[in-house]
């Protein structure tokens, strides 16, 4: 069974970099057709699809946030990651990975989630 | 603003039908892009209901139905039981954004 875990800081200051990793067992992260991807949710808020990635680099990003964010994959590792940039208070959620059927495709493996506070 | 909008709560007695709608336009659902409903519970991951508008991944019972007309689509549970309360959210893909949506969820209350 497809595992996903994400793993990171769980406190980062305002205007720094949030860094977050997804452990991708029980499969392969080079497996073709597969997107693996980026949502979160702010407390209190709805969820919010930040970007996906496949195996080979591509990648598509919610434009709201595409300034801010960078999503990349180690394949060696069987591992993705996200990068957000000059977080501020409003960038507090939980961040889940998930992989994605397609890049237009239901999300149908999730990893438990990760709370992330920018606080200073 | 979310790109798909559903009703912020929806609510209904158990054994009953509660219907949840998600309208969005021609970029995305209206577009023919696909429809995926989830079920969220506090504390936990999302779990996917419905994919591809009208199908449910194994293990989903069969209470739970999607469908989809034009630009909006709509989740139908049946014989409501207390532990349907939960969020639950759509989503699909915005060719003008050229990237996944989702609706700013619904909360389902079982009475």
């Known amino acids: 069974q497809l595992q996903l875990q994400e793993s990171g800081p769980g406190l980062v200051k305002p205007s720094e970099t949030l860094s977050l990793t997804c452990t991708v067992s029980?499969?392969?992260?080079?497996?073709?057709?597969?997107?693996w991807g980026w949502i979160r949710q702010p407390p209190g808020k709805g969820l919010e699809w930040i970007g996906n990635?496949?195996?080979?680099?591509?990648?598509y990003y919610n434009s709201s946030l595409k300034s801010r964010v960078t999503i990349s994959v180690d394949t060696s590792k069987n591992q993705f990651s996200l990068k957000l940039s000059s977080v501020a208070a409003a960038d507090t959620a939980v961040y889940y990975c998930?992989?994605?059927?397609?890049?237009?495709?239901?999300?149908?493996?999730w990893g438990q989630g990760a709370l992330v506070t920018v606080s200073s | 603003q979310s790109v798909l909008t559903q009703p912020p709560s929806v609510s209904g007695a158990p054994g009953q039908r509660v219907p949840i709608s998600c309208s969005g336009s021609?970029?995305?659902?209206?577009?023919?892009?696909?429809v995926h409903w989830y079920q969220h519970l506090p504390g936990t991951a999302p779990k996917l209901l419905i994919y591809?508008?009208?199908n449910r991944p194994s293990g989903v019972p069969d209470r739970f139905s999607g469908s989809k007309s034009g630009t909006s689509a709509s989740l139908v549970i049946t014989g409501l039981q207390a532990e349907d309360e939960a969020d639950y959210y759509c989503?699909?893909?915005?060719?003008?954004?050229?990237?996944?949506?989702f609706g700013g969820g619904t909360k389902l209350t079982v009475l």
């Open positions: 990635i496949y195996y080979s680099g591509i990648t």
């Open positions: 021609s970029s995305n659902i209206g577009a023919g892009y696909d």
């Open positions: 998930s992989k994605q059927t397609h890049y237009w495709g239901s999300l149908d493996f």
């Open positions: 989503q699909s893909y915005d060719s003008s954004l050229s990237g996944s949506v």
């Open positions: 591809d508008n009208t």
């Open positions: 029980g499969g392969s992260i080079s497996s073709r057709n597969y997107y």
